[in-house]
């Protein structure tokens, strides 16, 4: 098989990223867009030693699961992967990732439960996130004033990345975002139209304006906007908090700048400036009222991180017990289980989430939990050498799963009665979960929950108890 071959291919699985995938002369090919069950005609692309990659160029005979795609970004936009399959078949998907990566990775028989989805399963892949950061580029030759006066709603490129590139696709009506978010790009527009503000050049990390990063309490209907700025301040900044309080009403109570001078690829920086309003929303999870700043981490939909916590707190039955959360963010999954603890301990390296933490305990009236602010190994060590001995610890580590060092702490100096695991990467949790069986461990236990419909992305949350039980 060369380069530009052109070839019929039978769709018999699907890839972690959400490509479909199958076999010509022995070898696998990936094409993104294929789905389980379709014949297609396949242009292939790049060949390697045991693999190659197609680009779908007909379907020949369409998988039963095949539907409309109710998106115009789709699939130029990097954010969806399954918008053209039916839900059952994300979720069937989904469910067998999980499976597979535990067994192949970390080597356990285990099958896991029932993929944990939607209340509402007629619309599961629709305004379901309560945070979005859109990328901005300038649209060449449209600035300033005359932008506003040509077409301020074309004035700049706002949208998402494609699929491994950091190549802004215009898209200012997600399926995933709520209305409140389509209702401030506009304004958010119109100012920097009026204003002339630069826009960042990540090749010569010159211009003002990097991101737009908005926030929705689900709960409390609260709304936050920042603009991500690439210095101390921006011109006009009572015409831009004038601008999205007419867009997008009472609902706003935020207006922030995040301070970025950083040449990354991290969307964030460390600082904020309030313009107006509050430094923060609030939120209702799991019956406590959470406080949540820009730089806070929050699960994106509400509905489903309450069933993902349930399913946790089922696994850690923390009543009477002491609770270490490592990577606790701003503190909900630890403090959601904090009316049955004897004592719950979060740890988490961002310090303005771990403040949030502990006004999140003091305004619901907790008082046996208590927060650090530190790496995670770092803190296990500390903790140690206080004496502390949790019965049940949780973590709930970012993609790249926990280091070594902490997995080692776990198992050989805290040794609780249970671990659970709370991860957004099958991967990296069979590979930690194999380690930790490693270290007197067994797995008993694992849930998939699709927090992320229509993504690729799935969490899972796991519970592994101590051999010596």
């Given at each position: 098989?060369?380069?530009?071959?052109?070839?019929?291919?039978?769709?018999?699985?699907?890839?972690a990223e959400g490509s479909g995938v199958g076999?010509?002369?022995?070898?696998?090919?990936?094409?993104?867009?294929?789905?389980?069950?379709?014949?297609?005609?396949?242009?292939?692309?790049?060949?390697?030693?045991?693999?190659a990659y197609g680009r779908l160029e007909k379907i020949l005979r369409p998988s039963p699961d095949r539907v409309k795609i109710d998106c115009p970004a789709f699939p130029r936009c990097g954010g969806c992967v399954f918008r053209y399959i039916g839900y059952e078949a994300e979720k069937r998907i989904k469910r067998q990732r999980v499976?597979?990566?535990?067994?192949?990775?970390?080597?356990?028989?285990?099958?896991?439960?029932?993929?944990?989805?939607?209340?509402?399963?007629?619309?599961?892949?629709?305004?379901?996130?309560?945070?979005?950061?859109y990328p901005v580029g300038a649209v060449e030759g449209?600035?300033?004033?005359?932008?506003?006066?040509?077409?301020?709603?074309?004035?700049?490129?706002?949208?998402?990345?494609a699929p491994r590139s950091h190549r802004i696709v215009d898209c200012r009506n997600c399926r995933l975002q709520p209305p409140e978010f389509t209702a401030a790009l506009p304004a958010i527009e119109q100012w920097a139209a009026e204003t002339g503000v630069s826009i960042?050049?990540?090749?010569?990390?010159?211009?003002?304006?990097?991101?737009?990063?908005?926030?929705?309490?689900?709960?409390?209907?609260?709304?936050?906007?920042a603009l991500v700025i690439n210095g101390?301040?921006?011109?006009?900044?009572?015409?831009?908090?004038?601008?999205?309080?007419?867009?997008?009403?009472?609902?706003?109570?935020?207006?922030?700048?995040?301070?970025?001078?950083?040449?990354?690829?991290?969307?964030?920086?460390?600082?904020?400036?309030?313009?107006?309003?509050?430094?923060?929303?609030?939120?209702?999870?799991?019956?406590?009222?959470?406080?949540?700043?820009?730089?806070?981490?929050?699960?994106?939909?509400?509905?489903?991180?309450?069933?993902l916590y349930k399913k946790a707190a089922e696994y850690a039955e923390p009543e009477g017990k002491i609770l270490l959360d490592?990577?606790?963010?701003?503190?909900?999954?630890?403090?959601?289980?904090?009316?049955?603890?004897?004592?719950?301990?979060?740890?988490?390296?961002v310090s303005a989430a771990v403040e949030d933490a502990e006004r999140n305990a003091r305004l619901n009236g907790i008082f046996n939990a208590r927060f650090?602010?530190?790496?995670?190994?770092?803190?296990?060590?500390?903790?140690?050498?206080?004496?502390?001995?949790?019965?049940v610890i949780l973590v709930d580590p970012p993609r790249k799963g926990c280091s070594p060092d902490l997995l080692q702490l776990i198992g050989e100096t805290f040794r609780p009665e249970r671990v659970v695991y709370v991860s957004c990467d099958p991967a990296t949790l069979a590979r930690d979960c194999k380690q930790l069986a490693a270290v007197g461990y067994r797995l008993v236990e694992a849930t998939p929950a699709d927090l992320f419909p229509g993504t690729a992305h799935v969490e899972t949350v796991c519970l592994l108890q101590s051999e010596s039980l």
């Open positions: 098989m060369r380069k530009n071959d052109v070839i019929e291919l039978a769709i018999t699985g699907t890839t076999r010509h002369e022995g070898m696998a090919v990936f094409v993104p867009g294929g789905a389980e069950g379709d014949l297609l005609r396949v242009r292939i692309v790049k060949v390697l030693k045991n693999l499976a597979d990566a535990l067994r192949r990775i970390g080597g356990f028989s285990i099958e896991p439960r029932d993929l944990l989805c939607a209340p509402d399963t007629s619309a599961p892949r629709t305004g379901y996130r309560n945070k979005a950061q449209v600035t300033g004033t005359r932008a506003a006066r040509l077409n301020p709603e074309h004035s700049l490129s706002i949208g998402f990345y960042y050049d990540e090749r010569t990390g010159k211009g003002l304006l990097r991101h737009i990063y908005l926030r929705k309490a689900f709960a409390t209907g609260q709304v936050m906007a101390d301040g921006v011109p006009a900044p009572d015409r831009l908090v004038e601008l999205l309080r007419q867009a997008v009403g009472e609902a706003l109570v935020s207006v922030q700048l995040n301070h970025n001078r950083e040449d990354t690829n991290v969307v964030l920086g460390k600082t904020c400036t309030v313009l107006f309003g509050a430094d923060h929303l609030e939120d209702i999870l799991c019956g406590l009222r959470f406080r949540i700043s820009p730089l806070s981490f929050y699960q994106v939909n509400r509905d489903m991180a309450e069933k490592m990577y606790c963010g701003a503190g909900t999954i630890g403090l959601s289980m904090a009316g049955q603890a004897k004592q719950v301990i979060g740890v988490e390296v650090l602010c530190a790496d995670a190994a770092e803190a296990a060590r500390q903790l140690a050498a206080e004496g502390i001995r949790p019965d």
